[in-house]
Structure formats: structure tokens, C-alpha cells
């Protein structure tokens, strides 16, 4: 292998090489390189089949993927546009500093966005168009911690005022004017449209986005355009898995609707990106092979006459020798040491700059600062056909703030400057600011009828008008199915055993044939739809394929074959959790970025939801999404023999911290339709920003009729399941609650203790704890703040409070999941809880529960026990009860077993 790359790497005969070249000079001069690159390919392909090895590099020289003389030129005024720009870094920076010399440390940063405000600039002015009566918008995803450049962006445009800007990061303080650290829709929703700052979920959603573009526009629910989704990261952020984990699916189904834009600053928080490599280079071909058009905007124009100088090639191998961390220190150290430590290397490059002073040299400038080269390249980009488009620009973080920052390793932190690195910061952008106003760091704006900000209005007004911007609702709503049209699923199955899992894909069936709502529906599932039962689904409405079924699939010759189809409604995302979440938060989302309200569906296994995607959880939460997530063969009994890493036993606890998730655990077929109804109500109907998680078992049992008057009862969170009846006077009396799969052996276990020791028991069914829990708090709250008002009962106590006996609560998840409503307990209310805590374990579903406490024989000793303290019942029945359900009292405690 050393022998072929050395022979690969000189060149043996340097005549025959330079008439090669010529040669394809005249093909590409009389031809273009579309022929030019067909016949290097023929002439690979010829030594390959004659058994050379050709080593493939995916990547490129060192240099602009774009030669100077095929740069789309910009027709914008450059001198203004760099004037605005100036002001741009000035406010930012201003922002930042002024909020850190307030009390409280609240913190912010400067150098990403000084290094990409060129970046911004140029798509501001240029490309980002708006959502107009003539096109649908594009989408921008801004790099989270470049928000203070955005905010300083629509000061000058009049958006945001100058008290808005003394209020970054002072939301409390602001009662609502307040701007958020970073992109958050949920505390600005009428600006920002997605959150980026959790680093990762900016590019993975991005792709995602792309994709569910080209769904509804094959689907025929919007018309196809040229919309663009710009998706700005950093290229430590490359590190993240989510940042590159998705991009092959870009590549592979050829989302030319995508820009990534990687703000190569080739620093990370700490350090550099790769000191001892190249970040452009690694990015390029990580991109390049995963099918995407990759344009590097590594040197600026200052750069182009060196380039066009450098005869012997000499500049182009030195610049591929050096690695990131040798830049970084050029930068940092100025002109002087540039030239002995990066062209002082040969004589030949020495020899390039000997005419140029040292502050020449240190304007040489990036790419990402040049504002000709960043448009050129965004103009190849948003020409790009059939691939996604990476632009690769090179900057230097921290660009401007000097000694304060530029191109230094803490330059991420800084976030103060000192009145020295202010005025040379001033005088380097030439803002109007005098010397005796420096210490207070003023904002600084033109006036409205200044020449810079009517150029930007101007620009704004004819890309549609101001970004970023959000819609709250789509124009469209539409009415719920009444919960009539879910009959099947309300009335009980008789005999007929199945699982709530198969009531879900009754349940969507059932809505998939709405006329007007069954269109909207988006079922996604990221692998094993069959496990769910949902392969009915393949041959009804198709799994989406963007270039159709080019095979017969080996299950054609049955009824549900895997069928898939450009016009599929279904999307099967393959073995990626976070990308079905991706694809859940595009449709969820469309009602706001595409006016489109879409209803989706994610089903996946639940102890992949919450624990494993649960940053994507929470941005949906910022996002305002609405739609289902379904968490199946939830809980840590019911999915039995799958062993600890797939049993969940807290997905509800992680569900219920996101404030707008309304969380259910239902048992029976009825339940999960009220849900169900109830939900796209408040989801489609009134266009409320929650969503929901729903847990659903592979467990086959009965289901009962839907009981009269039970509805609003489910929808709150808890109701009567079953009346033990009138109670007697001091007869021994227990409550029991429970949910999913458990509530049956709750059921069961109030059977026990009616016939073994004439206990009556009142059976509560609780969907949702979680919902229950907040309802109490809410009126616990309230009740504070109004100490003379008649005092609100929560709901739970409001139940319980006419019954007699202790209560005891059993669930499949942990205890603390049913422990939530302790505080709403009436006064004098024993409360027990029973759970799954512990790791999980392989078995049958009643050595399960046996092991963990929660099967009914656990459950009427606990009851026995609650009574026995309460004087009900005496101790010599627990221990019978003990005995005669045989429980291994010295089995240790599941928590650590």
C-alpha cells in the first residue's frame, strides 16, 4: 500500500503529466466538465478493470471549491452591506456586554456570531425569503448561540426596540418583552420558529424538515416550489452523533430543498476543533461520500492573486500541510509571525508575500468573512439539482474582538471586554460612538430613514419581509371525530382478547378514513411496524419512498405486502429513534412552518422515547408541537422475556416534567379512545400547543363496554372503575387505584380480598397520574395565593374524600410514578404504593410482577397491611395472607436484587 501511494504522490514523468493535463484543459475549454469528468471516469474505470488499485479520497485541494472567475456575482451594494454589518456586530456585542455588567452573572456569547455574521449577513440580504402571498418561505436554523446577532439584526429593522435588547436574557424581568437566550419558539412564539441550542438537534431536524417537505409536496397537501431549509451549525458541533447521523438519508433521497452552512471557526468551546488535523477537509468527505455537493469557502478574494501566483504549487501543498491548530495560531499572532511560521516554510512562499507588509499578510482574510466568495457559494447552493449542498466557510472566532478573543481558545466564554478591547473593537468597524460614551457600551442605531436601514427594509420587502417569524396556527382547522366514529373501539370485545397496542391501530384506522382529517394523518414508526401491528397500513396508505417501488417486494404474493409508494402515507424511518423523532417534530410542526396542520403518530418501544431521544422530547416542547407519541409494550412487566435494557418502568416520570405532554397509561380499548378523540380536539380542532404520550402494552386481554359517563373522568386523569357499594359501618375497606396493564391485577386483587378476608375494595382507574398530579398542585397553588377565597378541592381528593379506608396505588412503572398524588391524599388517607423499581429482567409476565411486587397477591397483602395499621383488620391476617398467597418474605428487595 506505502508503494503505491508513493508512486501515486510523484509524479515519474512530469512532461507526459503536463500534456495530460492540456489535454483536458482543451476538453473542458471546448466541452465543459461535464464531458471532462466522464471521461476521467471512463479512464478510472479502465485501470480498475485492468486490476490497479485506485485509492478513492474524498476530499479536495485546500482551496475554494468555486474558482474566481465562475463566482456568481453579489448585486448588492457591498459598501453598505458591509456598513451594515458593522452596526449588526456592534449591537450584538453590545447586548452581551451590557447584560454582563448587571447583577445576577447572566451570561451570553460573542465570538460565534462575530465569526459568522457575514454568514447571516449575505442570506439576510440575499436568499432567506419570508412566507409571502408568492412563496411558501424558507426555514433558517440559526446556530443557538449566534442569537444575539439576530436580535441586533432586527433592532435596526425596528422589530426589536432598544429596551427588548437591555432585556436579553431577563425573560422573568421582561413580563413577556424579554429576549431569550437562545432560539426558544415557546418563550418568543412569534419570532423564532426552531430551538438549536441543545447542539445536533438543529442538523437532524433540519434533514427531517427537508424530508417532510418533499412528503407533503409528493402527497399533494402543498405545491411543490423552491423553498429552502438553511441550517447553520458550527464544526464542533459535527461531533454531536445527531449532527451527522442522518445525513446519507439527505444524500440518498436527494433533498436539494437543504443547506447546510458549517461555520468552520475551527475552534470548539475549549480548544480547537482538530488542532492536529483539518476539520474542512474531514467535513468535505464525510459529506461528499454521503451524496452531498460540498462547496469550501476557505480563503477570501485578498487570497485569490497569491493563488493565481503560485506557479509551482507550492502555496496549495503548504496549505494542505498545515492542520487547524497552526491557523489558529497564525491568527492569533498577527502578521509578522505568519510569515516566518507559515510562508517562511519554502523559499518559493516566502517569496509569494516578500512585497507585502505584515499587516497585508494579516488581512489576508477567510472565506467566511469575504461576503463576495460566502455569496458565490450560496448561489451554487440554492442552484444545486438532485443533492443536498454543504457550504464549508472558514472563519476565525471571535473575528474583530482583538486581543479580547480573536482566534483564541477562551474566546467561547468571553462575554466581557474591557473599555480597551471596546474601542479598538469600535474603531475597527468605524461605529459613531464616542470615547466618553464607551464605558457604557450604547446600542447604536442610524435612524429609520438612514440609507443602511431602508437598504435592509428594502431587501426584507423583496424576500417576502422579515425573518426570522413564526405562525402561531394554520388557517386551517379541522373538526375531531366525535367519539361516536370510534364505536369500535368504545365497545367491548366479548370474549375477544387483544392488546392496547392493536386498540391504537383500530383507533388510527378508524381516523384514517376521515375524509378531511384521515389525509393528515402521519403514522411513523423508525423499525418493526409488524411488531406493532400496523402492516395493514403498508397496502392501505403505502410506506413514502420519494422515487417510488422500484422492486417486487418478496412478500407480493400476500395481502399485506410492504408496499411502498412516492405517494405513501406512512413513514418508516428505519432503526433510528431520533430519526422517527425528527420526522414526528417536521409534521408535528408543519402547522406553523408550512400552514399545513398535520397529525402524526410515532410508535415506538417506550424505553426509547423519553430516556433515549428526550432532548428531541423537550424541543418539541419549545417547538409547540402537536401530535401522539405512542410509547409501545410500555411498562417493566408487560414486554416480558426482552431483558432490562427494553423494560421501561419511569418513561411517565420523564414525560410529565415537559409542561405542555399530557401523559396517559391506559388499560382499557375505551379509555385510549376517549384519548384519542380528546386529543386531536385539542390538538386539530382548537389548535392547542400540547402534545400527547400515550402508553399502549402488547399484553391480549377482555375489554369492557366504555362505562357510562366516564369521559371526562379519563380525560382528567381518574374515575371510578367499580363501586364496592354502600358502605357499612366499620366493615374493612381499601382503595385501590391503578393504570395499564396493572389496574387488571388491581382488579384482581380486590376479587382476593372479598373472598379470602371479606374486604371490599372500590376500584379506581388512573390514566394519568401525571395529569392528576398537576391538577392537584395547580390548586394547591392557587389556594396559597388566595388564603380568604373558598378553597379549591383538587380533583383527586374531591374523589376520595367521601371514602373509607386507605388507599393503595399499583402501577408497572416506579413507585414514585404513582407516588405523585401522596399530597392530595384527605387528611387521614393511608396511602401505599407499589412499583417496578429495579432493573429489568427477562421472564414471563407473572414471574415479572412477582418479582416486583406489583401482581395482585402483593397487592392484597399491601392492602391487608394499610388496614391492619389503621386497626381494620389485625396482623394475624397479613401473615395468613402471606402464607396462603405464598410471598418469599426474605426474597430481597427488587430495587437491588
Same mark, same amino acid.
Given at each position: 500500500m506505502?508503494?503505491?501511494?508513493d508512486?501515486?504522490?510523484?509524479d515519474l514523468?512530469?512532461?507526459?503529466?503536463?500534456?495530460?493535463?492540456?489535454?483536458?484543459?482543451?476538453?473542458?475549454?471546448?466541452?465543459?466538465t461535464?464531458?471532462?469528468?466522464?471521461?476521467?471516469?471512463?479512464?478510472?474505470?479502465?485501470?480498475?478493470r485492468?486490476g490497479?488499485?485506485?485509492?478513492?479520497?474524498?476530499?479536495?485541494?485546500?482551496?475554494?471549491?468555486?474558482?474566481?472567475h465562475?463566482e456568481?456575482?453579489?448585486p448588492g451594494?457591498?459598501?453598505?452591506?458591509?456598513?451594515?454589518?458593522?452596526?449588526?456586530?456592534?449591537?450584538?456585542?453590545?447586548?452581551?456586554?451590557?447584560?454582563?455588567?448587571?447583577?445576577?452573572d447572566?451570561?451570553?456569547?460573542?465570538?460565534s456570531?462575530?465569526?459568522?455574521?457575514?454568514?447571516?449577513d449575505v442570506?439576510?440580504?440575499?436568499?432567506w425569503?419570508a412566507?409571502?402571498?408568492?412563496?411558501?418561505g424558507?426555514?433558517?436554523?440559526?446556530?443557538?448561540?449566534?442569537? *444575539?446577532?439576530?436580535?441586533?439584526?432586527?433592532f435596526?429593522?425596528?422589530?426589536?426596540s432598544?429596551e427588548?435588547?437591555?432585556?436579553?436574557?431577563?425573560?422573568?424581568?421582561?413580563k413577556?418583552?424579554?429576549?431569550s437566550?437562545? *432560539?426558544?419558539?415557546?418563550?418568543?412564539?412569534?419570532?423564532?420558529?426552531?430551538?438549536?441550542?441543545?447542539?445536533?438537534?438543529?442538523?437532524?431536524?433540519?434533514?427531517?424538515?427537508?424530508?417532510?417537505?418533499?412528503?407533503?409536496e409528493?402527497?399533494?397537501?402543498?405545491?411543490?416550489?423552491?423553498?429552502?431549509?438553511?441550517?447553520?451549525?458550527?464544526?464542533?458541533?459535527?461531533d454531536?452523533?445527531?449532527?451527522l447521523?442522518?445525513i446519507?438519508?439527505?444524500?440518498?433521497?436527494?433533498?436539494?430543498?437543504?443547506i447546510?452552512?458549517?461555520?468552520? =471557526?475551527?475552534?470548539r468551546?475549549?480548544?480547537?476543533?482538530r488542532?492536529n488535523?483539518?476539520?474542512?477537509?474531514?467535513?468535505?468527505?464525510v459529506?461528499?461520500?454521503?451524496?452531498w455537493?460540498?462547496?469550501k469557502?476557505?480563503?477570501g478574494?485578498?487570497?485569490?492573486?497569491?493563488?493565481?501566483r503560485?506557479?509551482?504549487?507550492?502555496?496549495?501543498?503548504l496549505?494542505?500541510e498545515?492542520?487547524?491548530?497552526?491557523?489558529?495560531a497564525?491568527k492569533?499572532?498577527?502578521?509578522?509571525?505568519?510569515?516566518?511560521?507559515?510562508?517562511?516554510?519554502?523559499?518559493?512562499?516566502?517569496?509569494?508575500?516578500?512585497?507585502m507588509?505584515?499587516?497585508?499578510?494579516?488581512?489576508?482574510?477567510?472565506g467566511?468573512?469575504?461576503?463576495?466568495?460566502?455569496?458565490?457559494?450560496?448561489?451554487?447552493?440554492?442552484?444545486?439539482?438532485?443533492?443536498?449542498?454543504?457550504?464549508?466557510?472558514k472563519?476565525v472566532?471571535?473575528?474583530?474582538?482583538?486581543?479580547?478573543?480573536?482566534?483564541?481558545n477562551?474566546?467561547?466564554?468571553?462575554k466581557?471586554?474591557?473599555t480597551?478591547a471596546?474601542?479598538?473593537?469600535?474603531?475597527r468597524?468605524?461605529? *459613531?460612538i464616542?470615547?466618553?460614551?464607551?464605558?457604557e457600551?450604547p446600542?447604536?442605531?442610524?435612524?429609520?430613514?438612514?440609507?443602511?436601514?431602508?437598504?435592509?427594509?428594502?431587501?426584507?420587502?423583496?424576500?417576502?419581509?422579515?425573518?426570522?417569524?413564526?405562525?402561531?396556527?394554520?388557517d386551517?382547522s379541522?373538526?375531531?371525530?366525535?367519539?361516536e366514529?370510534f364505536?369500535q373501539?368504545?365497545?367491548g370485545?366479548g370474549?375477544?382478547e387483544?392488546?392496547?397496542?392493536?386498540?391504537?391501530?383500530?383507533?388510527?384506522?378508524?381516523?384514517?378514513?376521515d375524509?378531511e382529517?384521515?389525509?393528515?394523518?402521519?403514522?411513523?414508526?423508525?423499525?418493526?411496524?409488524?411488531?406493532?401491528?400496523?402492516e395493514g397500513?403498508?397496502r392501505q396508505?403505502?410506506?413514502?419512498?420519494?422515487?417510488?417501488q422500484?422492486?417486487?417486494p418478496?412478500?407480493?404474493?400476500?395481502?399485506?405486502?410492504?408496499?411502498e409508494?412516492?405517494?405513501?402515507?406512512?413513514?418508516q424511518?428505519?432503526?433510528?429513534?431520533?430519526?422517527?423523532?425528527?420526522?414526528?417534530?417536521?409534521?408535528?410542526?408543519s402547522?406553523?412552518i408550512?400552514?399545513?396542520?398535520?397529525?402524526?403518530?410515532?410508535?415506538?418501544?417506550?424505553?426509547?422515547?423519553?430516556q433515549?431521544?428526550?432532548?428531541?422530547?423537550?424541543?418539541?416542547?419549545?417547538?409547540r408541537?402537536?401530535?401522539?407519541l405512542?410509547?409501545g409494550?410500555?411498562?417493566?412487566?408487560?414486554?416480558?422475556?426482552e431483558?432490562?435494557?427494553?423494560?421501561?418502568?419511569?418513561?411517565?416520570?420523564?414525560?410529565?416534567?415537559?409542561?405542555?405532554?399530557?401523559?396517559?397509561?391506559?388499560?382499557?380499548?375505551?379509555?385510549?379512545?376517549?384519548?384519542?378523540?380528546d386529543?386531536?380536539?385539542?390538538?386539530m380542532q382548537?389548535?392547542?400547543?400540547?402534545?400527547?404520550?400515550?402508553t399502549?402494552?402488547?399484553?391480549?386481554?377482555?375489554?369492557?363496554?366504555l362505562?357510562?359517563?366516564?369521559?371526562?373522568?379519563?380525560?382528567?386523569?381518574?374515575?371510578?372503575f367499580?363501586?364496592?357499594?354502600?358502605?357499612?359501618k366499620?366493615?374493612?375497606?381499601?382503595?385501590?387505584?391503578?393504570?395499564?396493564t396493572?389496574?387488571?391485577?388491581?382488579?384482581a386483587?380486590?376479587?382476593?380480598?372479598?373472598?379470602?378476608?371479606?374486604v371490599?375494595?372500590?376500584?379506581?382507574?388512573?390514566?394519568?397520574?401525571?395529569?392528576?398530579?398537576?391538577?392537584?398542585?395547580?390548586?394547591?397553588?392557587?389556594?396559597?395565593?388566595?388564603?380568604?377565597?373558598?378553597?379549591?378541592?383538587?380533583?383527586?381528593?374531591?374523589?376520595?374524600?367521601?371514602?373509607?379506608?386507605?388507599?393503595?396505588?399499583?402501577?408497572d412503572?416506579?413507585?414514585?410514578?404513582?407516588?405523585?398524588?401522596r399530597?392530595?391524599?384527605?387528611d387521614?388517607?393511608?396511602?401505599?404504593?407499589?412499583?417496578?423499581?429495579?432493573?429489568?429482567?427477562?421472564?414471563?409476565?407473572?414471574?415479572?410482577?412477582?418479582?416486583?411486587?406489583v401482581?395482585?397477591?402483593?397487592?392484597?397483602h399491601?392492602?391487608?397491611?394499610?388496614?391492619?395499621?389503621?386497626?381494620?383488620?389485625?396482623a394475624?391476617d397479613?401473615?395468613?395472607?402471606?402464607?396462603?398467597?405464598?410471598?418469599d418474605?426474605d426474597?430481597p =428487595?427488587?430495587?437491588?436484587?
Amino acid at each position: 500500500m506505502d508503494q503505491i501511494d508513493d508512486i501515486l504522490n510523484q509524479d515519474l514523468d512530469p512532461t507526459e503529466t503536463r500534456e495530460w493535463v492540456e489535454s483536458l484543459n482543451a476538453v473542458i475549454n471546448h466541452d465543459g466538465t461535464e464531458r471532462a469528468h466522464f471521461l476521467l471516469e471512463r479512464m478510472v474505470d479502465s485501470t480498475r478493470r485492468s486490476g490497479g488499485y485506485l485509492p478513492f479520497d474524498p476530499t479536495t485541494e485546500y482551496v475554494n471549491t468555486i474558482p474566481p472567475h465562475m463566482e456568481a456575482r453579489s448585486p448588492g451594494n457591498a459598501a453598505i452591506e458591509w456598513r451594515i454589518r458593522s452596526l449588526i456586530r456592534w449591537n450584538a456585542l453590545a447586548t452581551v456586554v451590557r447584560a454582563n455588567r448587571k447583577p445576577g452573572d447572566l451570561g451570553g456569547h460573542i465570538s460565534s456570531f462575530a465569526s459568522s455574521a457575514t454568514l447571516y449577513d449575505v442570506g439576510f440580504n440575499h436568499f432567506w425569503r419570508a412566507p409571502s402571498e408568492d412563496h411558501p418561505g424558507d426555514l433558517v436554523f440559526h446556530q443557538g448561540h449566534s442569537a *444575539p446577532g439576530v436580535y441586533a439584526r432586527s433592532f435596526l429593522e425596528g422589530r426589536i426596540s432598544e429596551e427588548q435588547l437591555d432585556l436579553f436574557r431577563m425573560e422573568v424581568e421582561g413580563k413577556g418583552k424579554g429576549l431569550s437566550s437562545y *432560539p426558544h419558539p415557546y418563550l418568543m412564539p412569534d419570532y423564532w420558529q426552531v430551538p438549536t441550542v441543545s447542539m445536533g438537534l438543529g442538523p437532524i431536524q433540519a434533514i427531517y424538515q427537508a424530508q417532510f417537505w418533499k412528503y407533503l409536496e409528493h402527497r399533494g397537501l402543498i405545491p411543490k416550489s423552491d423553498r429552502k431549509i438553511w441550517c447553520f451549525m458550527g464544526d464542533g458541533e459535527s461531533d454531536e452523533p445527531e449532527s451527522l447521523g442522518a445525513i446519507s438519508l439527505a444524500g440518498r433521497e436527494g433533498l436539494d430543498n437543504l443547506i447546510f452552512v458549517i461555520n468552520c =471557526n475551527l475552534q470548539r468551546l475549549d480548544g480547537p476543533v482538530r488542532g492536529n488535523g483539518k476539520i474542512i477537509q474531514e467535513l468535505e468527505g464525510v459529506f461528499r461520500g454521503a451524496g452531498w455537493n460540498a462547496i469550501k469557502v476557505a480563503w477570501g478574494s485578498y487570497w485569490d492573486p497569491l493563488l493565481a501566483r503560485d506557479t509551482t504549487g507550492k502555496l496549495r501543498q503548504l496549505m494542505m500541510e498545515t492542520v487547524d491548530g497552526e491557523y489558529q495560531a497564525c491568527k492569533a499572532f498577527g502578521g509578522a509571525y505568519t510569515r516566518e511560521h507559515f510562508f517562511g516554510k519554502y523559499p518559493e512562499t516566502a517569496a509569494l508575500v516578500a512585497n507585502m507588509s505584515d499587516d497585508d499578510i494579516w488581512r489576508l482574510n477567510r472565506g467566511g468573512h469575504d461576503p463576495h466568495k460566502v455569496y458565490a457559494a450560496y448561489h451554487a447552493a440554492v442552484n444545486t439539482k438532485g443533492m443536498p449542498t454543504v457550504v464549508l466557510a472558514k472563519t476565525v472566532k471571535g473575528y474583530g474582538m482583538g486581543a479580547a478573543g480573536e482566534s483564541q481558545n477562551p474566546a467561547h466564554n468571553q462575554k466581557k471586554m474591557d473599555t480597551d478591547a471596546i474601542r479598538a473593537f469600535r474603531d475597527r468597524f468605524n461605529i *459613531p460612538i464616542p470615547d466618553d460614551k464607551l464605558e457604557e457600551v450604547p446600542y447604536y442605531h442610524p435612524g429609520k430613514d438612514s440609507e443602511e436601514v431602508q437598504y435592509m427594509l428594502e431587501r426584507r420587502r423583496a424576500l417576502g419581509g422579515s425573518l426570522p417569524q413564526r405562525r402561531r396556527k394554520s388557517d386551517k382547522s379541522f373538526t375531531a371525530p366525535t367519539l361516536e366514529a370510534f364505536e369500535q373501539i368504545t365497545k367491548g370485545t366479548g370474549e375477544r382478547e387483544i392488546s392496547t397496542t392493536m386498540a391504537l391501530v383500530r383507533g388510527m384506522n378508524l381516523m384514517l378514513r376521515d375524509k378531511e382529517l384521515g389525509p393528515r394523518v402521519v403514522p411513523i414508526v423508525a423499525d418493526e411496524a409488524r411488531t406493532f401491528g400496523m402492516e395493514g397500513m403498508f397496502r392501505q396508505i403505502g410506506i413514502y419512498a420519494p422515487f417510488g417501488q422500484k422492486y417486487r417486494p418478496q412478500d407480493a404474493d400476500q395481502l399485506l405486502y410492504y408496499r411502498e409508494d412516492q405517494k405513501g402515507q406512512v413513514l418508516q424511518e428505519g432503526i433510528s429513534e431520533a430519526g422517527g423523532m425528527s420526522a414526528w417534530l417536521a409534521a408535528a410542526t408543519s402547522y406553523s412552518i408550512s400552514n399545513v396542520a398535520m397529525l402524526p403518530f410515532f410508535i415506538y418501544y417506550s424505553m426509547f422515547g423519553f430516556q433515549r431521544i428526550g432532548d428531541l422530547c423537550w424541543a418539541a416542547g419549545d417547538m409547540r408541537a402537536r401530535g401522539f407519541l405512542i410509547g409501545g409494550t410500555a411498562g417493566r412487566t408487560t414486554l416480558n422475556g426482552e431483558g432490562l435494557q427494553h423494560e421501561d418502568g419511569h418513561s411517565h416520570l420523564l414525560s410529565g416534567a415537559i409542561p405542555n405532554v399530557i401523559s396517559y397509561d391506559p388499560t382499557f380499548s375505551y379509555e385510549l379512545a376517549v384519548i384519542l378523540q380528546d386529543g386531536t380536539r385539542r390538538m386539530m380542532q382548537e389548535q392547542e400547543d400540547v402534545y400527547y404520550y400515550i402508553t399502549v402494552m402488547n399484553e391480549n386481554y377482555a375489554h369492557p363496554d366504555l362505562p357510562k359517563g366516564s369521559e371526562e373522568g379519563i380525560v382528567k386523569g381518574m374515575y371510578l372503575f367499580k363501586d364496592g357499594g354502600k358502605a357499612k359501618k366499620n366493615e374493612p375497606r381499601v382503595q385501590l387505584l391503578g393504570s395499564g396493564t396493572i389496574l387488571r391485577e388491581v382488579i384482581a386483587a380486590a376479587e382476593l380480598l372479598e373472598k379470602d378476608f371479606g374486604v371490599t375494595s372500590d376500584i379506581w382507574s388512573v390514566p394519568s397520574f401525571s395529569e392528576v398530579r398537576r391538577e392537584g398542585f395547580d390548586a394547591e397553588r392557587w389556594n396559597r395565593l388566595h388564603p380568604e377565597a373558598t378553597q379549591r378541592v383538587p380533583y383527586i381528593t374531591g374523589l376520595l374524600g367521601e371514602r373509607q379506608g386507605p388507599a393503595v396505588a399499583a402501577t408497572d412503572y416506579v413507585r414514585e410514578f404513582a407516588d405523585q398524588v401522596r399530597a392530595f391524599m384527605p387528611d387521614g388517607m393511608r396511602y401505599t404504593v407499589l412499583g417496578t423499581d429495579g432493573f429489568g429482567r427477562s421472564d414471563s409476565r407473572a414471574n415479572l410482577r412477582s418479582h416486583f411486587e406489583v401482581d395482585r397477591y402483593w397487592i392484597a397483602h399491601a392492602a391487608l397491611a394499610a388496614l391492619a395499621k389503621d386497626g381494620k383488620v389485625n396482623a394475624k391476617d397479613v401473615s395468613r395472607a402471606i402464607k396462603e398467597y405464598k410471598l418469599d418474605v426474605d426474597k430481597p =428487595n427488587p430495587l437491588y436484587a
